[in-house]
C-alpha cells in the first residue's frame, strides 16, 4: 500500500492574504478552498484542484500555530520558529485584531463575560458574521479588556502598546473596553440608530474629560462618583448675567461653517442649551450615569425642537 505526503519545505513563511481573512472570518477548509475556485484562483495561478488544497490546508496550519503567539503579539516579534519580516507580523496582528463593527455594536454595553458569550449565537444570527469569527472577536475584546482594567495612564496608548495595534484600532478597542466597564445603557431601542462609531466617538471625548483617558475607577464602581458638573454650571449661570458675550455667541461662532445642522442648532439654541444644562445637573453620581446618551437622545434631541430622529 501507498499513500500520498504533501510536504512543503521553506524558509520564510508565507502568509496569502486573501486565505488568511478566508480562516479570520470563519470558513472551514473545504468551504476557503471553494470560494478560492469561484474567485478563479486556478486560472490565475495555472495548477490543480489537489495542490490548490494542499495549500489551502498548509495555510489554515500555519495559522493555527501562530494564533497562540498572535494571543500576545510582542511573543511573535521575539520568537524564531516562523521567519516572518517586521512588515506581514504587523499585518497578521491588525488582521487578527480587526473586528466587525456591527459585533461591537451589539456588545456595547455589556460585560464581557461567560453569559454574554452563550448570547453569540444570536448576535450571529442578526448580523450574519460567521459564529467562529464572533468567538474570536469576543475573544479578543476580552483578552484586551483583561490586560489592560488595572494599568493607569490612557487606555488607548496601554493597548496600542501591550498589543502592538495601529492608533485607530487601538482607539476603537479602548471604546469597547470602557463601555464594557462603564454602566452606561447603549442597548435601548431609542438608541439603536446610533452606529459603533457614534459610541467611539462619544467614549473618546468621555475618557479624555472625565477620566485622563483611562478607565475611571468610578466606572467599575456603582457606588463611586463621578466629576459633578454642577459648580461649572453655577459659573456658567453666573457668567451669562455678567459677560458681554452670551452662551450662544461663542457657540455659535464656534460652530458657525462647521457642522451641517448648524441652522436648526442656532434656531433652537434656548432649548438645546436648557435640555443639555438639565442633563447635566443630573451627574452627580454613578448611576445616573447610566442613562447618559438615552437623555441625550429624549431630552435634548427629541425635545428641544431639533429635527426628529426616525425611529428603527
Not at 61 to 84: D, G, K, S
Not at 230 to 251: A, F, H, I, N, Y
Request: hydrophobic share 40%.
Amino acid at each position: 500500500m501507498t499513500s500520498d505526503l504533501d510536504i512543503f519545505v521553506g524558509n520564510t513563511t508565507l502568509i496569502d492574504e486573501e486565505v488568511l481573512q478566508l480562516w479570520l472570518d470563519g470558513h472551514s477548509v473545504s468551504e476557503a478552498v471553494s470560494r478560492r475556485l469561484q474567485g478563479g484562483v486556478l486560472e490565475r495561478t495555472g495548477t490543480s484542484v489537489s495542490v490548490l488544497q494542499s495549500d489551502t490546508r498548509d495555510h489554515y496550519r500555519t495559522f493555527q500555530m501562530l494564533e497562540r503567539l498572535l494571543h500576545a503579539p510582542p511573543r511573535l516579534l521575539q520568537q524564531l520558529l516562523f521567519q516572518i519580516p517586521p512588515s506581514r507580523q504587523a499585518m497578521l496582528v491588525q488582521r487578527y485584531y480587526a473586528f466587525d463593527e456591527a459585533f461591537a455594536r451589539e456588545l456595547l454595553g455589556k460585560k464581557l463575560s461567560k453569559g454574554t458569550k452563550k448570547d453569540l449565537d444570536e448576535i450571529s444570527a442578526r448580523t450574519g458574521i460567521s459564529i467562529k469569527s464572533c468567538r474570536r472577536q469576543f475573544d479578543n475584546f476580552k483578552r484586551v479588556f483583561k490586560a489592560v482594567e488595572e494599568l493607569r495612564g490612557p487606555l488607548a496608548e496601554n493597548i496600542q502598546q501591550l498589543f502592538l495595534l495601529p492608533p485607530n484600532l487601538a482607539r476603537d478597542y479602548a471604546a469597547v473596553v470602557f463601555f464594557a466597564s462603564s454602566r452606561f445603557e447603549t442597548g435601548k431601542r431609542r438608541l439603536q440608530f446610533l452606529s459603533f462609531g457614534d459610541f467611539a466617538a462619544c467614549a473618546q471625548h468621555v475618557m479624555e474629560h472625565w477620566s485622563q483617558g483611562a478607565l475611571a475607577p468610578e466606572a467599575a464602581d456603582p457606588d463611586g462618583d463621578v466629576p459633578n458638573p454642577s459648580s461649572d454650571l453655577k459659573e456658567l449661570k453666573c457668567w451669562c448675567r455678567q459677560g458681554p458675550l452670551t452662551p450662544q455667541d461663542l457657540v455659535c461662532s464656534a460652530l458657525r461653517g462647521k457642522i451641517s445642522v448648524y441652522n436648526e442648532m442656532e434656531a433652537n439654541f434656548k432649548g438645546l442649551s436648557r435640555a443639555l444644562v438639565n442633563v447635566g445637573a443630573k451627574l452627580t453620581h454613578a448611576r445616573d450615569v447610566r442613562d447618559f446618551f438615552v437623555d441625550l437622545v429624549e431630552k435634548v434631541t427629541l425635545k428641544s425642537g431639533t429635527p426628529k430622529i426616525r425611529e428603527p
